[in-house]
């Protein structure tokens, strides 16, 4: 059986937790990145053994194959492209960057690079979502103008 995968999560945080703690569960998470000391803190309770560093640096240059990043928004872009850089597959939860012409040059970029680059999409598959889009589809809800 191939090695499992493992990330290494930057950003501890309000989501990051979560994905600390998920990816903890499975056995994936090599380790922890984060620039504040409540997230650091945070880190160590959720994943107890698990290295957890201040600097996105050490994120960078682990041995995780892939890096998995839940930061603040204005700081997507320049992460993503660094991890990529790194040859790392990238996990990134929404938005990818704040402008459109960034979120395409970080595709070719995983493009050029032979990387996977993905998006958060946690509701995407949830039921009440799946179902909203088959009654869009279906016109069954009329002109939609709007959804919340």
Not at 5 to 12: D, E, L, R, T
Not at 45 to 74: C, F, H, K, Q, Y
Not at 123 to 129: D, R, T
Request: aromatic fraction near 6%.
């Amino acid at each position: 059986m191939p090695n499992k995968p493992c990330v290494a999560v930057i950003g501890a945080g309000y989501w990051g937790k979560n994905l600390v703690r998920n990816f903890n569960q499975l056995g994936s998470l090599a380790m922890v990145a984060d620039t504040t000391e409540a997230g650091r803190q945070t880190a160590a309770g959720l994943a107890p053994g698990v290295p957890v560093a201040a600097s996105i640096e050490s994120a960078l240059r682990s041995d995780a194959s892939g890096i998995v990043i839940s930061t603040p928004a204005e700081t997507h872009f320049e992460l993503v492209r660094q991890a990529l850089a790194a040859g790392k597959d990238v996990f990134v939860e929404k938005p990818l960057a704040l402008a459109a012409e960034e979120g395409a040059a970080l595709v070719r970029l995983a493009e050029t690079q032979d990387r996977i680059l993905m998006v958060g999409h946690v509701l995407e598959y949830h039921p009440a979502v799946v179902r909203l889009h088959e009654l869009v589809k279906a016109g069954d809800l009329g002109k939609v103008q709007y959804i919340y």
